[in-house]
Structure formats: C-alpha cells, structure tokens
C-alpha cells in the first residue's frame, strides 16, 4: 500500500495540499512555513511585519500578504491594531438544539448577545406556517449580534409569533438565552428542528455589524423549530464567522 500522500496529522490536507506535480504556487509555499510559525508561536504570538516576513522568505510583500490572508480567513490568524497575531481555536457550536449560549460555556467561553432591533410587523404569507401564525397577526423579529468573550462572532434573527411570546419586549432580557426565557418563565420546550446550513458572504450591513471584512465566508444557518407538541415556534437565521466557528453533530444509524 502505498502511503505517500496520507496527511501526517489526522484531518490535515493529503501531502499537506501539494499537487503531484510538485510545482507548489510562491504564496502557498509561504503559507506552509507560516502555518510553522503559528504553532511555535502559539495563541497571541505577535507576527513579524509583512516587509519582514518578504525579506526572510525572499518573495515579495503582495505574495506575504495572500498567504496571510489564506490564514485569516481560516481563522489562524486575527489582526491586532496595526499587527497580526495567532488566534485561539475556533469556536465548536454543536448541531443540536442546544441554545447557543450553552455551547459557548461548554468551551470556557462567555456568551453574550447585543440586541440591535427587536420590532413587531404584520405575518406575510410565507413566514405564517413557520411560526405557528396566521397572516397579518402580529409577529416579533429580534436581531442580536452573537458575543463570545465580548468578542462579535455571529449575527442572529429570530422570528416568532407574539401570540406564543406575548411580553417579549417588556420580559425578557435580550443579553441572555431565548430558549431558556421561553422554557423557565413560560413554561414552552422544544421538541424538535430542521435546519440547514449553507456558506455565504455578509451583506455589507452584516459585516458592519459584526466587525468582519465583507469577504469573510460566514456560515448561515436557517432553522425552524417546533415545541414538544411539535407545533411551529420560531425561524431564526444566523450568521457565524467562517474564521471563529465549526460545527459538530453525532451522528447514529437510524432504527
């Protein structure tokens, strides 16, 4: 059996991503010796400059800056004032219906959320079966901008009819869990979801919104839930930095 191409760390890319042919791209050789650098330096280490990273690879500044911004936009890297640092790992958020609150403690972190709208419309057609409304009754729509270590790292809307959610702009407290306000003050669990996810880029209100260059690939998630009697709750949309989150699930054979 022929072991050439299998990666030396589990889940790395085959022949650390170099193509048989071996004509490896300038940036991408760069790439690999600053991935290097990342791991001695560890979370926070502060980069050398750009000049001084061209000077010691012998390539030019342009070609520097393409392999960092592969490795921003893979969130090994962040920038820090006018520098570049190492970054912690990315965030796991489980594909469950887990709040988002309790998958941020689950890894030491501190959640938070920054309500940037909460408003009340008329339910158009479309979005009345998945709330459990009918159309032109009263819907609320929250947008919270997702926090971790007051670190902005999502963008998050949530539909839900004000019928099941009657006291939400006077009850509820917008910095913490939804799903815990919903099951502890009103006595509603949920029961079930579908969900999809999809890659996207931010609109540039979005990325304003949450502090990131409009070329960040952001992960979108749709979901629509449904409470244990397994009538429609809520459709909340959110958007999660490509470069701060992954996403885990177990997975079992069907009975």
């Not at 299998?6 to 991935?35: D, F, Q």
């Not at 560890?42 to 070609?63: F, I, K, Q």
């Not at 949309?237 to 997975?251: M, Q, V």
Request: net charge neutral; proline share 8%.
């Amino acid at each position: 059996m022929n072991y050439q191409n299998t990666p030396s760390t589990p889940g790395a890319p085959v022949n650390s991503g170099i193509p048989e042919h071996g004509r490896v791209p300038k940036y991408y050789a760069v790439k690999a010796k600053l991935a290097l650098m990342v791991d001695e330096l560890g979370e926070g280490g502060l980069l050398p400059t750009e000049r001084d990273l061209a000077v010691r690879y012998e390539v030019s500044r342009e070609t520097v800056r393409q392999a960092l911004r592969e490795l921003l936009l893979e969130g090994r890297l962040r920038r820090q004032g006018r520098g570049t640092v190492v970054a912690g790992p990315k965030l796991e958020q489980p594909l469950s219906l887990a709040s988002y609150t309790e998958g941020v403690r689950r890894q030491g972190r501190r959640p938070g959320r920054s309500l940037i709208s909460l408003d009340r419309f008329p339910c158009p057609e479309a979005l009345a079966p998945e709330v459990g409304a009918e159309r032109g009754e009263p819907v609320w729509h929250m947008e919270r901008v997702l926090l971790a270590d007051d670190e902005r790292v999502g963008l998050e809307s949530t539909y839900v009819s004000e019928a099941r959610v009657p006291h939400l702009d006077t009850e509820f407290d917008p910095d913490s869990s939804f799903y815990s306000y919903l099951h502890d003050r009103l006595g509603i669990s949920f029961g079930d979801a579908d969900e999809r996810i999809e890659t996207v880029l931010a609109t540039p209100r979005e990325a304003l919104l949450v502090g990131t260059p409009p070329a960040l690939p952001m992960l979108l998630l749709h979901r629509i839930s449904r409470d244990t009697a397994g009538r429609p709750l809520e459709r909340v949309r959110t958007l999660y930095r490509g470069d701060r989150f992954s996403f885990t699930a177990h997975l079992g054979q069907q009975g």
